[in-house]
């Protein structure tokens, strides 16, 4: 392939869930290492948020990847390009860009597996999945992680973590603002304002870290009004909204994969998000389905259980007589998942 034939960029950050649907893609699908351009934003420094990132992608979010229009793949063609700023778009291009019959564009000769379903029932089904659930407000993985604290003591490691990411995207937004304001360079009002509502989202949450080294009873009465209120939105998110959304999901789902037996593009979405979730439950990379999906039941509540209806492969030394196994489709998904090498790579530095 000729190096001066325009390729497609992939922007992504690190510990990105969404990001790493993209990439869990990427491998599923066999692309070659040379064949899209990795680059990665810092959205710790704010990156995401710079005014050449937001031409990009007004959204300030990864992944996003940028694509060569068709008619200008030529070498002697000037190149012209689109972005693709949601992950289910981005899925959905990289699927189609390589098949086993694609040849431009392509250097790798590995398999590339159709990943969007076969049928219009399936591709409802996996619609649901992604659009219904996985993408809803009520199970975003970016506010599961912020509100992962429902006591003083979860608030202070939580804490921990949260207060210089959070101080740093602070500063680059006020940097941002304040460059706008000096009027060096012409910034659109809805810039403006979009870095604004950042910046205000940004302090709410910098209130409630900074002060969780205090007890409730050490705060002045504003701090522990904010706190109360922080810990009843944490406790919605994680037992109302996710409750609802992971019973959903373990109902709608087939099993082992979300429609059947074979992946598509809805265990993408699925594996990251579920793989962020079992991290904030406090699972790990090595552990089975049964035991990471019981630590987000746990951590869920401890009346909360789901349903164990999915039939397994006896394994040695399952249950007795030989009997099949029965576990939640979840973590019948997990096991499945867990024995990729496109999930073993993306993760061989363990969960986020
Ligand atoms: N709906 C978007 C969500 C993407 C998203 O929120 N990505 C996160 C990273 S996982 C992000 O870019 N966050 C930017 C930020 O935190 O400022 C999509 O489907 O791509």
Not at 20 to 47: F, H, M, N, P, Q
Not at 233 to 251: I, Q
């Amino acid at each position: 392939m000729s190096s001066s034939i325009p390729k497609a960029v992939l922007y992504c950050a690190p510990n990105s869930i969404w990001s790493a649907v993209a990439l869990l893609t990427l491998y599923e699908k066999g692309y070659g290492d040379d064949e899209v351009d990795l680059r990665v934003v810092d959205i710790s420094t704010g990156e995401n948020f710079s005014p050449t990132f937001l031409r990009l992608n007004p959204k300030a979010t990864v992944p996003t990847l940028v694509v060569p229009l068709q008619n200008t793949l030529g070498p002697d063609t000037e190149s012209r390009y689109k972005a693709i700023t949601d992950t289910k778009s981005v899925v959905e291009f990289l699927d189609k860009s390589r098949s086993a019959i694609s040849r431009t564009n392509t250097t790798s000769s590995a398999p590339a597996p159709a990943l969007a379903p076969a049928t219009i029932a399936f591709s409802d089904a996996s619609s649901k999945i992604i659009d219904s659930i996985l993408h809803s407000e009520g199970a975003s993985p970016s506010t599961l992680l912020y509100m992962n604290a429902r006591d003083d003591a979860s608030l202070q490691v939580l804490a921990k973590a949260f207060v210089p990411f959070l101080t740093s995207r602070q500063q680059a937004l006020e940097g941002y603002i304040s460059e706008a304001a000096s009027g060096s360079s012409p910034i659109s009002e809805k810039t403006k304002a979009f870095w604004k509502d950042k910046k205000a989202a940004t302090e709410t949450l910098l209130d409630i870290m900074i002060h969780a080294d205090k007890t409730s009873a050490q705060l002045d009465q504003a701090s522990r009004l904010e706190r109360d209120d922080y810990f009843t939105n944490a406790r919605t998110c994680w037992e109302v909204e996710l409750k609802e959304s992971l019973v959903k999901l373990n109902s709608q789902i087939t099993g082992p994969y979300s429609l059947g037996d074979q992946i598509s593009i809805s265990d993408l979405h699925l594996a990251a998000w579920l793989a962020r979730i079992v991290a904030l439950s406090g699972g790990r990379m090595n552990d089975e389905g049964d035991i990471a999906i019981t630590k987000v039941e746990s951590h869920i509540g401890p009346e909360f259980h789901f349903v164990r209806d999915f039939a397994a492969i006896p394994a040695a030394g399952g249950a007795p007589g030989g009997l099949p196994l029965h576990q939640s489709k979840l973590a019948a998904f997990w096991d499945a998942m867990r024995e990729r090498s496109s999930f073993k790579k993306v993760y061989c530095n363990g969960l986020y």
